[in-house]
Every structure is written in C-alpha cells, then in structure tokens.
C-alpha cells in the first residue's frame, strides 16, 4: 500500500466512526461524558487510534459543547507507609487508555480531586476550573453536578458496561442510599482522606463499589428507557443525563440494595450491607 492509499483508508475509517457516532446521536453544542474500552474500540473500527476517536469527536462536538473524561488515580491516604501523591500533571489516568490520552490533547484541562479528577475539553473548561476538587469527588461541586445541570448533556459508552459508569456514583449520593457517606475501603489500607502536590484533603461521601450497578442497567434497557447500538460487537450508549438522573432517582430510591453486591461476594459491599442491617434489624 503507498501513502495515498493509506491515506483514502485512514479518512474511511474516520467517516466510518463519525457517521456512526452522527447515527447515534452525537451533535454539535453536546456535553459529553465519555467512557471507552479502546480495545474493544479497535476490534470494531481496526486501525482506529486513540487519536482519530478523540478528534472525530471533538469535530463533531465543536467547542460550543464539551468532551470529558474521568481520569481517576485513587490517591488516598495510606495508613501505613507512602502514599502515592497525586500530581495533576504527572500522575497517570488508572481509568484507561483513550483518557491517559486525553489528558494531554491540545485544550485539555485536569481538576485536582486526588481520587476522582477528570479531563476536561471544551465549554466546560471554562465553567469548571483546574482547581476543582469537591470533598464528595463525585457529588456537590463535582463535573457530574456540572454535566446534570446542562441542557444538552448525554454519556456516551463504548464497549463498556454500567460498572464503568461514574455518575452512578453521583445519582447515589443524589437517592440518599443509606450508604452514600460510609466509607467501604477500610480493608484496603486506605482512610478516607485524598493526598495531593497540595496536601491532604477529608473526604466524604467516597465512591464504593459499582460492579452492581449493571442491574441499573438492567433496568433500563428491560424497560426500553435506553437502546444499546451495535456496530459489530461493539455496544454503544449514548443517554440523556436528564432520563438517567430522573429514572434513577426512581430506581435507587426503591431499589438500592440491588445496588450492592451480594453478601459474601464483595468486602467493600458487605461493609456497606452490615451498616443497613444496623439501621433496619
Ligand atoms: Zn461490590
């Protein structure tokens, strides 16, 4: 193949996944929170790098809207030994590829939660400034908080399922589940306190598990208030924020012990099922 061809092929494939992000509904002026498996990405548009995702994207957004990633690192405060010290610039996303890859694009912006950061692109880097860093990572004052507010904001999946999807977390503190401030990882070693280049910081209302979270999931694609796409194995999500906030402020309010995982199952979920048995014995 000579470079021509490699040329036509490449600009194939970047229509390809721009007329099947169009398809699913991404537009300009949209506030877009992005979860992606790359691997499972590349099976389905092979050759695709990180780099055409992104920039097909962010051409279809324009920087009317607003492309964000999480770029969690989980810097808590160790109660033994070091801790490792979140450093906006330096410490690597622990949330996958295509947002390790992000947070260095040209535009991009990082806050400075130690735990819970995201990459920030677009409108609402300038809405939400580097230094936000809420005590609830991912509640009051959080991006989350942000993306629910705006009138235009979707979370697009691709290749992943409701585990990955951070603002469960949020819609968690939002039901009130009896849980959402009971820290869960005390087993691990950690204290419920964030560690960065600028110092420590008490945190509350600590994400815990969200393997569960599936059966949210569950939920709404039963009752068709979501579609899953395909474009050969890969499932895409494009939902409104305002339907998964508004379904689950139902959901989580009636059915939140679906939302741990079950007893015995999972050390950070039967922390959290212990303290409800205490409330309802
Ligand atoms: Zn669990």
Redesign the pocket.
């Known amino acids: 193949m000579n470079s021509d061809e490699r040329f036509a092929k490449l600009v194939d494939k970047k229509n390809h996944l721009r007329s099947v992000l169009e398809k699913v509904g991404v537009g300009k002026g949209h506030h877009l929170v992005l979860h992606a498996s790359y691997r499972k990405i590349r099976s389905a548009f092979p050759g695709l790098t990180i780099k055409n995702l992104l920039e097909t994207l962010q051409k279809l957004l324009t920087p009317a809207g607003s492309l964000i990633m999480p770029t969690f690192t989980y810097c808590f405060k160790k109660k033994l030994g070091n801790s490792k010290i979140y450093s906006p610039d330096l410490t690597p996303s622990e949330v996958g590829a295509v947002s390790e890859y992000f947070r260095h694009m040209p535009g991009v912006t990082r806050t400075a939660s130690p735990t819970h950061s995201f990459a920030l692109w677009g409108k609402v880097s300038s809405e939400i400034m580097s230094e936000n860093c809420p005590a609830s990572p991912l509640g009051k004052g959080s991006v989350l908080e942000w993306i629910t507010n705006q009138p235009q904001s979707y979370i697009l999946g691709m290749g992943i399922d409701f585990s990955a999807m951070s603002y469960c977390h949020y819609l968690e503190i939002q039901a009130k589940v009896p849980w959402a401030d009971v820290f869960p990882w005390d087993f691990m070693g950690i204290e419920k306190k964030g560690v960065s280049i600028t110092g420590e910081q008490i945190l509350i209302e600590v994400p815990g ?1 969200s ?2 979270f599936i059966n949210f999931e569950k939920y709404l694609l039963q009752n068709k208030f979501i579609i899953s796409f395909q474009h050969r194995h890969l499932n895409i999500y494009y939902m409104p924020v305002k339907l998964l906030y508004e379904q689950g402020m139902v959901y989580f309010k009636e059915n939140y012990i679906d939302m ?2 079950e007893p015995g199952k ?1 050390q ?2 039967d922390v959290r099922r212990q303290l409800i048995r205490k409330m309802d014995p």
């Open positions: 598990c393997k569960s741990l995982c999972c950070a979920c």
